[in-house]
């Protein structure tokens, strides 16, 4: 199995930006495509991004399409989310998962690994 570890979340300013940091261990890295999720309070998981197991290959939510940038370094065996022009509405819960399937997966069904979870908070 794989283990993840998401770090990198924090309070910001509407505007601003921050790069969540996803590191996992365990064997064959490559093998899984990785994707990020969020969780605001009172509401469901969402998707916000997943890549495929070389990087090639990305899909993102409409809602942060053209701010959210994912990423991958397989040397290091971890995953990011570059974030930029935050908004108030990204406040959430971020997790990052992975999955054996060999295309991007835009939903929680398939994922067999998760984080945490760490807390963004974008304020007004």
């Known amino acids: 199995q794989v283990q993840l570890v998401e770090s990198g979340g924090g309070l910001v300013q509407a505007g601003g930006s921050l790069r969540l940091s996803c590191e996992a261990s365990?064997?064959?890295?490559?093998?899984?495509?990785l994707g990020w999720f969020r969780q605001a309070p009172g509401k469901e998981r969402e998707f916000v991004a997943a890549?495929?197991?070389?990087?090639?290959?990305?899909s993102y939510a409409g809602s942060v399409k053209g701010r959210f940038t994912i990423s991958r370094d397989n040397t290091k065996n971890t995953l990011y989310l570059q974030m930029n022009s935050l908004k108030p509405e990204d406040t959430a819960v971020y997790y990052c998962?992975?999955?054996?399937?060999?295309?991007?997966?835009?939903?929680?069904?398939?994922?067999?690994?998760w984080g945490q979870g760490t807390q963004v908070t974008v304020s007004s």
């Open positions: 998962a992975a999955s054996h399937k060999i295309v991007v997966l835009t939903t929680a069904i398939g994922y067999d690994y």
């Open positions: 365990g064997r064959t890295f490559r093998s899984y495509v």
């Open positions: 890549i495929s197991w070389m990087g090639s290959s990305t």
